[in-house]
């Protein structure tokens, strides 16, 4: 898989196991900016596997958006689709979302989701555009292109009008 650093993901990981930890994490980044001298740009959530995975991203956004920092996250936005996702997100100040292709064969080969759940490409961008409306943020767009499959013309031409519908800022 392309975006596994660190290894084969483990699909029984996919629901919620942030929940206990939260609090503790929250904790340890208060300790660290109040004896930090270093000035932060962003804080940035972002998981091993999507964070829009956890059912506590609200909570976390919210406990970091405490600390007058501002809160980045970065997600494969396939959970955009749902309401309580989208909620979540729009706490944050940037949200970067993956759009690597707009062909379904494509982005299979490149994504390699684990799920027959998660949205096609094209419903991808239709959330994507829909958060755009919604969001008073900064939202960013990541494309990661892999010779010899998305990096051929009518791709990037395909990509350039999901941006445009898109309207990242």
Known sequence: RLYCELGPSDPALSSDV??????????????????????????????DGDVTLGAVLIDLITGMKRFKVPVAVISNG???NRPEVRDALAGA???????????PEVYKKICRPLSLDIPSPGELIKHFAAFSVM???ELCL????????????EHLMALKEAVNRIKPR
């Open 135 to 137: 969001f008073g943020g």
């Open 93 to 103: 100040d940037m949200v970067m979302l993956s759009l690597d292709a707009v062909a």
């Open 78 to 80: 396939t959970r955009l």
């Open 18 to 47: 942030s929940a206990r930890g939260t609090d503790l994490l929250l904790k340890g980044l208060g300790d660290f900016l109040g004896k930090t001298t270093s000035r932060i740009d962003h804080l940035v959530v972002v998981g």
């Open 142 to 153: 990541m494309t990661v292109l892999v010779a010899g499959l998305n990096d051929r013309p």
